[in-house]
């Protein structure tokens, strides 16, 4: 089925440990959106990538990287883990400038002890 | 910086009663305003996109007004089911650009009871 794919669904991790959240959309679409949601807040942006090969920051960046490794693949990676990073972590795609968002991937859980 | 709030952050009705979300944001310089179901461990499906242009937007069950000079969007959902429990969340664009910097609201969470 076409759509967003986010791997791992859940993860664990120690406070300093390192992590990539991975995902892949199969609509070719040119847009992809890092976003992250905690209890009682609406959904944050983190980075989006307007098109191949461009990354840009959004509201609450701050120790994220991400790589937009092809057009259908959109990393995000977290070097040295915090606690304030425990969240929900979902990507978007969609097709350009303006376009309604219609794709979320189901979220990555992640921990941070 | 563009906030938009919804109130309340729960909700629960029996089944069969309308239900009425609201949404509002403080900046009315906005493309457009998009309404999100989020399913308990889902992420978010699409219900309905308000251009700045229209006033109201409808799916089905669903109707969702828009009101630029109020800063304010409603989500109507007409004989609610119990399927229709879940969490409801609006977001605009960023007044800045329409790259996608969607400012979302916490969300209303919707219980329907049997």
């Known amino acids: 089925n076409a759509g967003v794919t986010q791997t791992p669904k859940f993860q664990v991790l120690k406070t300093g440990q390192s992590m990539t959240l991975q995902c892949a959309q199969d609509?070719?679409?040119?847009?992809m959106y890092w976003y992250r949601q905690d209890p009682g807040m609406g959904l944050r942006l983190i980075y989006y990538?307007?098109?191949?090969?461009?990354?840009d920051k959004g509201e609450v960046p701050n120790g994220y990287n991400v790589s937009r490794l092809n057009k259908r693949e959109f990393s995000l990676r977290l070097e040295s883990a915090a606690p304030s990073q425990t969240s929900v972590y979902f990507c978007a795609s969609r097709e350009g400038q303006g376009n309604v968002f219609k794709h979320f991937g189901d979220g990555t859980r992640l921990s941070i002890l | 910086k563009q906030e938009v709030t919804q109130i309340p952050a729960a909700l629960s009705v029996p089944e069969g009663e309308n239900l009425v979300l609201n949404c509002s944001f403080t900046?009315?310089?906005?493309?457009?305003l998009q309404w999100f179901r989020q399913d308990p461990g889902k992420g978010l499906t699409s219900l309905l996109l308000?251009?700045?242009?229209?006033r109201e937007q409808t799916s089905g069950r669903l109707n969702a007004s828009l009101d630029k000079s109020s800063g304010r969007s409603t989500l109507y959902i007409a004989a609610s089911q119990p399927g229709d429990s879940a969490t409801y969340l609006c977001?605009?664009?960023?007044?800045?650009?329409?790259?996608?910097?969607?400012?979302f609201g916490a969300g209303t969470q919707v219980v329907v009871t049997p």
């Open positions: 900046d009315s310089a906005i493309y457009n």
């Open positions: 308000i251009q700045s242009s229209q």
């Open positions: 977001a605009v664009p960023t007044s800045t650009d329409s790259w996608g910097k969607l400012q």
């Open positions: 609509m070719n679409h040119n847009s």
């Open positions: 990538s307007a098109s191949e090969g461009t990354t």
